[in-house]
């Protein structure tokens, strides 16, 4: 249901955008957010993308740096993100649900996609 892309190799101050492809219906009636995980630690919640648009939620960690952004044309939700640091580095996730939570959980989240890798070098 749920496809992240976009993910590579950086050096600390530079940009990436990740994209999330949903395939099925009703996409529109979910809220789409970006987890990440770092190697041996846990899940931390990073954005979400409200379902009309009108909301958008970050983590402390990434706000001013990150944007989340979604076209409901195409099925699929961005996350931007400039001005990278090395504590970016983790496999980023894309997750639906029907509301927001800001949870780091997956079990919060009704569906849970691939991770794509990003990694930032000092």
């Known amino acids: 249901q749920l496809q992240a892309f976009g993910g590579g190799l950086a050096q600390a101050g530079a940009s990436l955008r990740l994209s999330c492809k949903f395939s099925?219906?009703?996409?529109?009636?979910?809220?789409i957010s970006w987890l990440r995980q770092a190697p041996g630690r846990d899940y931390e919640f990073v954005a979400t993308?409200?379902?009309?648009?009108?909301?958008?939620y970050y983590a402390d960690s990434v706000k001013g740096r990150f944007t989340v952004s979604r076209d409901n044309d195409r099925n699929t939700v961005y996350l931007q993100m400039d001005n990278l640091r090395p504590e970016d580095t983790a496999v980023y996730y894309c997750?639906?649900?029907?509301?927001?939570?800001?949870?780091?959980?997956?079990?919060?989240?009704?569906?849970w996609g691939q991770g794509t890798q990003v990694t930032v070098s000092s």
């Open positions: 997750a639906a649900a029907r509301s927001y939570s800001g949870s780091h959980r997956r079990r919060d989240y009704k569906y």
């Open positions: 099925g219906v009703y996409f529109f009636t979910y809220f």
């Open positions: 993308y409200g379902r009309l648009g009108t909301n958008t």
